[in-house]
C-alpha cells in the first residue's frame, strides 16, 4: 500500500513553544490529507482536512490558530502547533488520501507524540 | 449525524480461538465502512473494506460483511494468532457528505498462546 512518514516521531518541548509536525506521502501524491489527534484508550478525533494550495477546514471546536495547517504541495503537509500547553500533549496522527475524490480510503503516517512540559 | 459503535475492549483470547469484534453505525447516506488495525507502537493500516451494501471484505483471514439491514459491520477471524495482537478500529467513511473518516473508540486485542 501507499506509504505515509511523520516526522518527528516524538518531541518533548516546554510550554509556550511552538512544534512543526511533517507529513509526507512517499510514493502518491495526495491532494487530500488529513490531521487526527488520539489520546489514549481513545479513538481517533479528526481535527481538520487539508487540500494542497488551500486553506485547511477544521473541525468544530478545533482552534485554527493554535493548529496550523499548512499543505504546500501534494506530498507534504504540516502542522504547527502553537505556544504549545500540556493540554495539547497527545498522539498526532496523519493520512493522505491518493483519490481526487477525497474521503475515501486513507493511509495513515506512524504517529507523532507530542509531550509539552 | 454519522456515527460508529464498537464493542468495549480489551478482548483477551487464546490462541486459535474466534474473534468477532462488533460494530455499527448511522449513517444519513451511503457510507463505505472499514476495520483499520494498529498494531503497538506502529500507525494505523487499512485491513479491509466493503464499499456497498452486502459487499464482504477479506485479508489475512479477518472478513466483515456490510450489512445494511442491521447496520452492522462486524469483523470476524476463525483462528486468531498472537500476532493479531493489537487495536481495532471501525470507521465509515460518508463521501455523499462530504465527510472524512469517522472511527469507532477502537477495541484492544489480546491473544496469548
Known amino acids: 500500500g501507499a506509504v505515509v512518514s511523520q516526522h518527528p516521531s516524538r518531541v518533548i518541548c516546554k510550554s509556550g513553544t511552538s512544534v512543526k509536525i511533517e507529513c509526507r506521502s512517499l510514493?502518491?501524491?495526495?491532494?487530500?490529507m488529513f490531521w487526527y489527534r488520539q489520546f489514549p484508550k481513545q479513538s481517533l478525533m479528526l481535527m481538520a482536512t487539508?487540500?494542497?494550495?488551500?486553506?485547511?477546514?477544521?473541525e468544530q471546536g478545533v482552534e485554527k490558530d493554535k493548529f496550523l495547517i499548512n499543505h504546500a504541495s501534494l506530498t507534504l503537509s504540516t502542522l504547527t502547533v502553537t505556544s504549545a500547553h500540556p493540554e495539547d500533549s497527545s498522539f498526532y496522527i496523519c493520512?493522505?488520501?491518493?483519490?481526487?475524490?477525497?474521503?475515501?480510503?486513507?493511509?495513515f503516517g506512524p504517529g507523532t507524540r507530542l509531550t509539552v512540559l | 449525524g454519522n456515527s460508529v459503535t464498537q464493542m468495549e475492549g480489551p478482548v483477551t483470547l487464546s490462541e486459535e480461538a474466534f474473534l468477532t469484534i462488533n460494530c455499527t453505525y448511522t449513517?444519513?447516506?451511503?457510507?463505505?465502512l472499514f476495520w483499520y488495525v494498529q498494531y503497538p507502537g506502529e500507525g494505523l493500516q487499512l485491513l479491509l473494506k466493503?464499499?456497498?451494501?452486502?459487499d464482504k471484505g477479506s485479508n489475512k483471514g479477518f472478513e466483515a460483511t456490510y450489512r445494511k439491514e442491521t447496520t452492522s459491520f462486524h469483523l470476524e477471524k476463525g483462528s486468531v494468532q498472537v500476532s493479531d495482537s493489537a487495536v481495532y478500529f471501525c470507521?465509515?467513511?460518508?463521501?455523499?457528505?462530504?465527510?472524512?473518516?469517522?472511527f469507532g473508540k477502537g477495541t484492544t486485542l489480546s491473544v496469548s498462546s
Open positions: 493520512s493522505g488520501d491518493p483519490s481526487s475524490g477525497g474521503a475515501n480510503e486513507q493511509f
Open positions: 510514493d502518491f501524491q495526495a491532494t487530500t
Open positions: 487539508s487540500n494542497e494550495g488551500s486553506k485547511a477546514t477544521y
Open positions: 449513517a444519513t447516506g451511503y457510507p463505505s
Open positions: 466493503a464499499t456497498k451494501a452486502d
Open positions: 470507521a465509515l467513511s460518508d463521501v455523499s457528505a462530504g465527510t472524512a473518516l469517522i
